[in-house]
C-alpha cells in the first residue's frame, strides 16, 4: 500500500508536470521558431566566415546574397533591441501626396527624382531601354513594375528565371499580356506623371523596409533619400547592407550601391529646372556684372 502510495504521488506530479508542459509550450510556440532561426542563423553565419575563403569562386556567388540577408537580419534584431533600450522612435509619417517620398517634402522629392531622372536616362522618359530590358525615364525593370501594380504579379512569378532574376525581360514587357496598364509598355513610355509616380511608389516601398529593417530615422532626410536610390539601384539588401553594415555592391555596369547612395544623399539640396523652385528675380545691375564678368 505504502509503494503503492507512493506512485500514485509521482504519477500526480508527472501529471502537473506535463500539463504545465503542455501550457508553456502553447503559450510560447509563436515565438520559437524565432528563437531556433536565430540560434541556427548566427550557427550558420559564423561557419561562413571560417570556410567562406575557402569556397570556390561560383560557390561564392550563389550563397553570398543569402549571407548578406541574414546578416542583415542579424543587425536589425540587433537594432531593435539597442533601439528599445534607448527608446528610439522608428515609426514614419505616410507621404503627404502620391508624388511624395515618406520623410521627404514635396519639393525634395522632386528634386530626387529629378536627379534619379538624368541618371538612369539622362532626362529621357521615352529611353527605349538597355540590353537588360530596363526602360523609360527611371529605367524600371519588369519586377520594380509588378511591385508597383503595373505589371501583373502573377504574370512576372510565372516568368522564366531570366525574366525575373533582370537578365532579359524585353520581351516579357513588350507583351501587352503581361501588364495591367491598357496599352502596355508604350502606354507607360509615354506617360511621364504615371513614370514619376510608378517611381515614388517604388521608392516609398523600399523605404518603408528600410525603417522596418531599423536603417532609418525620419529625421535623416538626406539618408532617406540616399537609401531610396541604392535599392533603386541594386534593390533592398544591398541598399541595408551598406547602410547598415557599410557592405558596398555593383550592378552589371560596375556602378556601386555606394555611388546612387551619395547621388540619392546630395540630391535634395540641389536646385532642379523640373522641380516648381522658388528663385529671387535678379537684379539688371547683377545681370551685367555677371556678363561684363
Given at each position: 500500500?505504502?509503494n ?45 566566415y571560417?570556410?567562406y ?6 560557390f ?139 517611381v ?62 551619395a ?5 535634395i ?25
Open positions: 500500500m505504502e503503492e502510495a507512493i506512485f500514485n504521488h509521482i504519477d500526480a506530479r508527472l501529471d502537473r508536470i506535463e500539463k504545465l508542459t503542455r501550457k508553456t509550450y502553447r503559450q510560447t510556440m509563436p515565438e520559437m521558431p524565432w528563437l531556433f532561426a536565430a540560434i541556427a542563423g548566427a550557427v550558420v553565419v559564423g561557419l561562413g571560417v570556410f575563403p575557402q569556397l570556390p569562386a561560383p561564392k556567388d550563389a550563397i553570398e546574397p543569402r549571407i548578406d540577408v541574414a546578416q542583415n537580419h542579424f543587425y536589425t534584431i540587433g537594432q531593435a533591441f539597442a533601439d528599445y533600450t534607448g527608446n528610439v522612435d522608428r515609426s514614419y509619417t505616410a507621404p503627404s501626396g502620391t508624388l511624395t517620398l515618406v520623410g521627404l517634402s514635396p519639393l525634395q522629392s522632386c528634386r530626387w527624382r529629378s536627379a534619379l531622372l538624368a541618371r538612369e536616362s539622362s532626362g529621357n522618359y521615352q529611353h527605349p531601354g538597355n540590353q537588360f530590358g530596363y526602360f523609360a525615364g527611371y529605367a524600371m525593370g519588369a519586377e520594380a513594375l509588378a511591385i508597383v501594380g503595373l505589371v501583373k504579379r502573377e504574370a512576372f512569378d510565372d516568368a522564366p528565371r531570366y525574366v525575373r532574376n533582370g537578365t532579359d525581360q524585353t520581351a516579357f514587357l513588350n507583351n501587352p499580356n503581361n501588364w495591367q496598364l491598357r496599352g502596355g509598355k508604350p502606354a507607360f513610355l509615354h506617360d511621364t506623371l504615371l513614370q514619376d509616380r510608378a515614388t511608389v517604388l521608392a516609398n516601398a523600399n523605404i518603408a523596409d528600410g525603417f522596418n529593417s531599423r536603417v532609418l530615422l525620419e529625421s535623416q532626410q538626406e539618408k532617406i533619400a540616399g537609401f531610396a536610390a541604392a535599392s533603386h539601384l541594386k534593390g533592398l539588401t544591398a541598399a541595408i547592407s551598406w547602410y547598415a553594415r557599410g557592405k558596398d555592391s555593383n550592378d552589371a555596369f560596375g556602378t556601386n550601391t555606394s555611388d546612387y547612395a547621388m540619392g544623399e546630395a540630391s539640396n540641389k536646385r532642379s529646372n523640373l522641380c516648381a523652385e522658388n528663385t529671387r528675380a535678379v537684379p539688371s545691375w547683377l545681370k551685367w556684372l555677371e556678363v561684363k564678368n
